[in-house]
C-alpha cells in the first residue's frame, strides 16, 4: 500500500513558477510516476511521468519546455517544477504511482493516487 500527499500548490500569477512535491508513505522506487491535472468542467489529464529510476521522461505537448519532473528515490519523493505558468495551467494537480515501469501517460495504468493540490494561475 502507498499513500502519496500532494504539496506545493498555491495562488501565482502569470510567468511565475511553483514546485509540487509528492511525498510517498511506502516506497516507489520500483515503479513509474506521474503528475495529472483537473481543470473545473474538464478531463483529467495526463502531465509528466517518470520511468523508475528516473532516467526517462514524457511531457504533456502543452506543458513541454516549462514543467520538469524529477524524483528522488531515497525521499520516496517526485518532483514537479512549474516554470511560466499559464492561466490555462490553473487546476487541481495529482500525483499517482505506477507498478510499471516505464514513464507512462496513461492513467489505467496507475494505481495509487494523492488528494491534489490546486494551482491557480492569474492573468
Known amino acids: 500500500q502507498v499513500q502519496l500527499v500532494e504539496s506545493g500548490g498555491g495562488l501565482v500569477q502569470a510567468g511565475g513558477s511553483l514546485r509540487l512535491s509528492c511525498a510517498a508513505s511506502?516506497?516507489?522506487?520500483?515503479?513509474?510516476m506521474g503528475w495529472f491535472r483537473q481543470a473545473p468542467g474538464k478531463e483529467r489529464e495526463s502531465v509528466a511521468a517518470i520511468n523508475w529510476n528516473g532516467g526517462s521522461t514524457n511531457y504533456a505537448d502543452s506543458v513541454k519546455g516549462r514543467f520538469t519532473i524529477s524524483r528522488d528515490n531515497a525521499k520516496n519523493t517526485v518532483y514537479l517544477q512549474m516554470n511560466y505558468l499559464k492561466p490555462e495551467d490553473t487546476a487541481v494537480y495529482y500525483c499517482a504511482a505506477s507498478s510499471r515501469v516505464g514513464a507512462t501517460m496513461l492513467s489505467i495504468y496507475y494505481r495509487y493516487w494523492g488528494q491534489g493540490t490546486q494551482v491557480t494561475v492569474s492573468a
Open positions: 511506502g516506497t516507489i522506487n520500483a515503479g513509474a
